[in-house]
């Protein structure tokens, strides 16, 4: 129901007048986006870690907590083909948890600088649970149009950035390890705790393809639930081509753990196959074609490897949910 | 300790060259400022109203926790002297409180709409209890300086716009109707609880001192807290001759509730008395002269009807340590 609220809203007026940033993109989409006088594109995302929800204390170190939740918000900026440029906080913490509070805001505040939008601002309210809410402010790529989950049209080839499925396999690997665990890590499972513990918003690859996609976002509730939300935002349908998926891992959960983990951050593209590509391999963006966009009437679907199509279940990450019945850590 | 954190970090590099939004004030004063390219300033700043700490629902209608929350994050940037441009809200609530939920984010819809900045994204995780965390981006008044919290020189008047107390008042007659007071409000009484419910940013009176002003911030905490703020911002000291400070009650508690009650959102001025005045006369904004800035060797002070002046407190409302020992409401 909130959520119908939230996105309920996008015709409200947008500025008054000559001088004064005009509304040119409400809720919806990955960022909202305003025309700002004299030139440029303000963005607007915000983003929450809550304990028991977004993370887990007995298996995300405190910094991990500040990192990924910036990462995470700046990750819609990137969706939009912007880059961020001012990061805020607002923190809630139990009294006696100050010094595991600060941690977190030092770690925000070190990825933020990171990744070029600097803390600018923050609060702290005691509360019953570290609660982490980040708000990025960003500015759209100059000349490029915003990219955004609506315009994939039938034809366009969907592609996605790097490899999925990595930050729902390093939790799996988290939570053994917590469970009792003791085999030391490979390379290869330290790189997918990785994926989970510090994520890397796409931001060139978003202001690379902005211009040449027709839609894009990015992938933080798996394949399956966005490529739903971009297919339903565009009015299209879509197949994916299982064996094209670039997975994270190698075991059997990979797939599912693409499909349906969460988190990753990539990008989830939608365009011409020729432009797409030309301009992933010029801006030397890892990009690879996972499937098609069809018309509406087809659904969204799942090609498996033996070449029969099922239908992909609208299924993934959801806070709301993920609290209420099934706390994802 | 955290906000130590948050209070160090304003020497971070501010954006990375030509065409890029540049930060010209971080963290320590109401809102975060950038330069954007091409002309004007983005403001930023985030507040947070958790349930227990800024609320309480026997008290507080849920409509209420929307709007005041809505209005009090706008009220940094009128403290800036700037316009708001649009709003964000993570919002946190038990899974049995969906609609509850949905009714604080229609409330903050609302009143972010009525105040210029419409809601244009927003979030909702599980949580144990209700919480809402408002981030606003706006806009510098155009040919105005920024209204910042330093900037008071000794020989300033000290002013303040409307009155003050009025929303710590009303929380209390709140207070007592909850424990079976059942009086009627008479009309007086119920401004008070509006002060409280449903506070008004000052937007117009900041954008209008703000090229008047040496100094300014919005009062949410408590004029004497505030005026701390302003004083250590500025390097100077302050004299507030309790006669002259405009409070909205009548009654025995309507001067401490003026100093330490917190959420009024009116604004605290200092500046030029002739310029303030004739700023403040020409743009029809209530305004009164409270005291004047001092070097800051004679400390903050509180000079009593009688004459005799004493070192006014450093005490105020404070999110941090009264959900730790002394809940607000």
């Given at each position: ?34 025309a ?52 805020l ?35 702290i ?5 570290i ?8 500015a ?8 955004r989950r ?28 917590k ?50 939300r ?38 989830l ?61």
């Amino acid at each position: 129901m909130l959520r119908r609220v939230l996105d309920v809203l996008p015709a409200l007026p947008g500025g008054g007048g000559e001088g004064v940033p005009h509304l040119i993109l409400g809720p919806g989409d990955d960022a909202a986006a305003f025309a700002w006088p004299g030139g440029g594109t303000l963005l607007l995302t915000t983003d929450a870690a809550e304990e028991g929800v977004h993370f887990d204390r007995r298996l995300h170190p405190l910094r991990a907590i500040g990192r990924r939740a910036v990462a995470a918000a700046v990750s819609d900026i990137a969706a939009m083909g912007g880059r961020p440029v001012g990061t805020l906080i607002s923190l809630v913490a139990p009294p006696a948890e100050e010094t595991a509070a600060a941690r977190i805001a030092e770690a925000a505040a070190e990825r933020a600088a990171e990744l070029g939008a600097p803390l600018v601002g923050g609060n702290i309210t005691a509360g019953e649970r570290i609660g982490l809410h980040v708000a990025v402010a960003g500015a759209g790529t100059p000349g490029a149009p915003l990219l955004r989950r609506r315009g994939a049209k039938p034809g366009d080839g969907l592609f996605v950035t790097g490899s999925l499925g990595g930050a729902a396999l390093g939790l799996s690997l988290l939570r053994r390890r917590k469970e009792g665990e003791t085999t030391p890590l490979d390379p290869e499972e330290e790189a997918l705790v990785a994926r989970q513990l510090d994520p890397a918003p796409r931001l060139d690859a978003g202001a690379a393809l902005a211009g040449a996609a027709h839609a894009g976002m990015d992938l933080s509730d798996g394949l399956a639930l966005d490529l739903h939300r971009l297919a339903v935002a565009s009015g299209v349908g879509a197949c994916v081509q299982a064996a094209r998926v670039p997975l994270a891992g190698r075991g059997a959960q990979s797939l599912e753990a693409a499909l349906f983990g969460g988190e990753d951050y990539e990008l989830l593209i939608a365009g011409p196959r020729q432009t797409v590509r030309a301009a992933a391999r010029e801006a030397e963006v890892p990009l690879t074609q996972v499937g098609r966009v069809t018309a509406a009437g087809e659904g969204i679907r799942l090609e498996r490897a033996d070449g029969v199509a099922e239908p992909l279940p609208r299924r993934g990450w959801d806070s709301w949910t993920a609290g209420r019945r099934n706390p994802k850590s």
